[in-house]
């Protein structure tokens, strides 16, 4: 990746595309490049295919049709022809449309697959995609109708925008259907704002423990060494940086030895999740470089093979594994806004809100909106890699699917749930580090109260509490100071 006088470009190798370059070109207007040792594999990646057409074998997609009908055989004359009619053929699709972002980031992950030479493909269709991202084209592609099995609905949106008034080569149609690059690209950018969700989650909870005075001997080094998980440790001392300077640190700072285990347990939860994302990282960043296609082609061995690369398992469970982390971390917040506005646990005023004659239930009503959307939240993390969803037809080829487009889409639900889910507990921990008057808050736990804050006010003796939407527009667009606020534990794309 480099920066000139326009921007970052990211040049496309088909084997190193990394999560930073998805963001890069999918939401920061980068630009992207396929340099000539691309484009020499990708001549050679073609060559292999032509040989095998002109010694007559048989080839999936290029020399034979598809699916129920690969007994049949597809002439030269009728190449053109039967792949427009394939691309139209699978272009069932309808409903919700992808985002600007999510187009950008498919088109990238095609065309890294295509400079891979795995595709045999021509270079134009490269240049093509390159133009299209370059150009900031726009592209309705739907994101419904993928089993895991190729994205091959939303794929032909894209290929019929793209190519159609290209006449495409054998196996050209085939090589556009036969990949999951929406899938991929989804996840990519959903798992990097699963990591900041889970980085602005563990900042937040700190907060919440001054407020509930909880006690820190959670993340003391005698804790945070006597399990070996890299999680734990790292979000552990993460909570720790962030009480740095707390009054909570002190020997008469917590109010109890036995704190309920949404605190008590804190490091293990954000730890879990930790883990889980690091191992979804290392599938997905994977994925971002492999083939996707069948058949496959090597240009170094000059052959090709018949092959079920287009079976995105992996990719399903490694978004499974991803969300799963986050049930527990989301619950756990639950309980601690739970426990913060009941008097009975905090030793705060009823609602978080002194009593002023009136009877309001002050922040309860946040409380079980903030369970609702939790126990929504919880839903999207059940796993799906085990889904009978059969796509058979009468071959009985294709009789299994491992819905990675909708893991995908439903991590991007869990990071918007999240995001308020998160924003909600910061508003009512605010509230409560208010109330509870005790000082000194961590030197960075005191910065996030002042940026909460900035968005939404202390809730005085009479008044209501406030909407958490302005805050959550101030998480928006002030993302760059959460960031520096929390860069020593942050880790970026």
């Known amino acids: ?7 970052t470009t990211v040049e496309v190798t088909g084997f190193d595309l990394t999560l930073g370059e998805i963001v890069a070109v999918a939401r920061q207007g980068g630009r992207v490049a396929v340099g000539p040792a691309a484009i020499d594999r990708m001549e050679r990646g073609r060559g292999v295919l032509e040989a095998a057409v002109s010694r007559g074998e048989r080839i999936y997609g290029a020399t034979t049709s598809v699916g129920p009908k690969t007994a049949v055989s597809i002439g030269e004359a009728d190449v053109a022809e039967f792949s ?4 139209r053929t699978h272009n069932a699709g309808h409903g919700p449309l992808a985002s600007r972002e999510a187009v950008r980031a498919t088109m990238l992950v095609l065309l890294n697959a295509l400079a891979s030479g795995r595709t045999g493909v021509r270079p134009l269709l490269a240049w093509a995609i390159v133009d299209a991202i370059n150009s900031d084209r726009s592209v309705a592609m739907h994101v419904w109708g993928s089993m895991g099995q190729s994205d091959m609905s939303s794929m032909s949106d894209l290929a019929l925008a793209l190519f159609a008034d290209t006449e495409l080569a054998a196996g050209e149609a085939l090589a556009l259907l036969n990949s999951s690059a929406m899938s991929t690209a989804m996840a990519a950018l959903a798992l990097v704002d699963l990591d900041h969700l889970l980085h602005f989650s563990t900042f937040v909870s700190a907060l919440s423990m001054e407020g509930y005075a909880a006690n820190p001997s959670i993340v003391s080094p005698v804790a945070l060494e006597s399990r070996p998980l890299e999680g734990l440790r790292v979000q552990g001392q993460a909570i ?4 740095d300077g707390s009054y909570i640190l002190a020997r008469n700072g917590p109010r109890n030895l036995q704190d309920p285990l949404c605190f008590r347990s804190l490091p293990m939860v954000q730890g879990a999740a930790h883990d889980n994302l690091a191992f979804a990282r290392r599938q997905i960043e994977s994925e971002l470089n492999a083939s996707q296609g069948n058949p496959v082609i090597s240009t170094d061995r000059g052959e090709m093979a018949a092959v079920a690369n287009f079976d995105m398992v992996s990719l399903c469970m490694a978004l499974d594994v991803a969300r799963l982390g986050f049930a527990p971390l989301l619950t756990s917040s639950t309980e601690r806004v739970a426990k913060l506005v009941d008097t009975t646990w905090s030793g705060l005023a009823v609602g978080l809100i002194e009593e002023d004659g009136v009877g309001a239930p002050g922040f309860n009503g946040v409380a079980l909106f903030h369970k609702s959307i939790t126990s929504e939240a919880r839903l999207v993390t059940v796993p799906l890699a085990g889904e009978l969803a059969s796509s058979s037809h009468s071959n009985s080829v294709m009789d299994r699917a491992s819905l990675a487009a909708l893991g995908a889409r439903r991590a991007a639900e869990l990071c918007l749930l999240g995001k308020s889910i998160v924003a909600m507990e ?3 921990a605010a509230q409560a580090v208010e109330l509870r008057g005790h000082k000194p808050l961590g030197r960075r736990t005191a910065e996030l109260l002042a940026f909460a804050r900035e968005a ?7 008044r209501s509490p406030p909407n958490v939407q302005p805050l959550l527009d101030h998480i928006e667009t002030a993302a760059g100071r959460i960031d520096a606020l929390m860069s020593r534990r942050r880790v970026t794309a």
Do not use: T
């Not at 939404?456 to 009479?462: N, Y």
């Open 1 to 7: 990746m480099v920066a000139g006088k326009v921007g």
């Open 84 to 87: 427009r009619r394939l691309l």
């Open 240 to 243: 720790r940086d962030y009480l």
């Open 426 to 428: 910061l508003m009512v």
């Open 456 to 462: 939404v006010p202390f809730a005085e003796a009479g």
